[in-house]
């Protein structure tokens, strides 16, 4: 079975460092079928793409609003997916989901439950 | 790449839901539409505009010309309650539309 499983979100203060995992499984992160990215969605709010890492990891995207704060990784011995958050913000709260896209038909076909994070002091 | 979508949608049961997605040359590129039940993921209903995913019911359909993407859903059912997404790359990454929540009144 194709699974993405988020931890890792949770409160943090202004400022603040998180975190973020997805473990994979039933696949393999490496595969060049597939890249793999995180999206969020703050509460009772829309969908916003954040970050993106192709199957090479030689191409790495951020969005606008966490570009130099946030930084995407992976680690394939473990096939896990990785989020670092720094310089937090009250607005990078949100629900935090990790998803496949399967590269041959543009689209996100695996999505995990998501990870919480609250950025407050 | 902006996407914009009608806020809400209503329909009875049984009759036919449209939802459009409106950007600039979106017929020029592949759109996929996600649904999201309360407290649930995101799932893809539609990909490469008119493509179902396996295990998706054959009344979600879809379209795409000009400037608009359409998710057509017909014979609507209760469970089809949520809020869907239309998507699209630009440069390529994800653009998500605002959203338009389907109502089964």
């Known amino acids: 079975d194709v699974q993405l499983e988020e931890s890792g979100g949770g409160p943090v203060t202004p400022g603040g460092s998180l975190r973020l995992s997805c473990a994979a499984s039933?696949?393999?992160?490496?595969?060049?079928?597939?890249?793999m990215n995180w999206v969020r969605q703050a509460p009772g709010k829309g969908l916003e793409w954040v970050s993106s890492i192709s199957p090479s990891g030689d191409y790495i995207y951020y969005a606008d609003s966490v570009r130099g704060r946030f930084t995407i990784s992976r680690d394939n011995a473990k096939n896990t997916l990785f989020l670092q958050m720094s310089s937090l913000r009250a607005e990078d709260t949100a629900l935090y989901f990790c998803?496949?896209?399967?590269?041959?038909?543009?689209?996100?076909?695996?999505w995990g439950q998501g990870t919480a994070v609250t950025v407050s002091s | 790449l902006e996407l914009t979508q009608p806020p809400s949608v209503s329909v009875s049961p049984g009759q036919t839901a449209s939802i459009t997605c409106s950007g600039v040359?979106?017929?020029?590129?592949?759109t996929s539409w996600y649904q999201q039940q309360p407290g649930q993921s995101p799932v893809v209903v539609i990909y490469q505009d008119y493509r179902r995913p396996s295990g998706i019911p054959e009344r979600f359909s879809g379209s795409s010309s000009g400037n608009t993407a359409t998710l057509t859903i017909s014979g609507t059912q209760t469970l089809d309650e949520g809020v869907y997404f239309c998507q699209a790359w630009d440069s390529g990454t994800p653009v998500f539309g605002t959203g338009s929540k389907v109502t089964i009144l």
């Open positions: 998803a496949r896209e399967q590269i041959a038909i543009q689209a996100l076909d695996v």
């Open positions: 039933g696949f393999t992160l490496s595969n060049y079928a597939y890249s």
């Open positions: 040359d979106l017929g020029k590129k592949f």
